[in-house]
Nanobody, 115 residues
């Protein structure tokens, strides 16, 4: 059974930084395609960033140049470094894993950016 455990959310002022972590178990992590999504109240869940098993990355236009996704296969962990945070980045952030026909979601971690 695949499990994803997220951490690192919190409250930060605009312009600040946070780093989210997502640790996976029950899967060969190094072969997995990982992503971060976010969902603000009353809105759909949107893609933030993805990273392939080979380390190629992709970002939503709204976070390019501010957020960085990375992975540590030895720790079965994917990270999202968020810099220059804005109030509009406030959302619940979810980790996503895809491996073959399997997919899993983390429980979500709240990120709140105050003006």
């Amino acid at each position: 059974q695949i499990q994803l455990v997220e951490s690192g959310g919190g409250l930060v002022q605009a312009g600040g930084s946070l780093r989210l972590s997502c640790t996976a178990s029950g899967i060969i992590f190094r072969l997995s395609y990982m992503g971060w999504y976010r969902q603000a109240p009353g809105k759909q869940r949107d893609l933030v960033a993805t990273i392939t098993s080979g380390g190629s990355t992709n970002y939503a236009d709204s976070v390019k140049g501010r957020f960085t996704i990375s992975r540590d296969n030895a720790k079965n962990t994917v990270y999202l470094q968020m810099n220059s945070l804005k109030p509009e980045d406030t959302a619940v952030y979810y980790c996503n894993l895809r491996a073959g026909v399997s997919t899993a979601w983390g429980q979500g971690t709240q990120v709140t950016v105050s003006p």
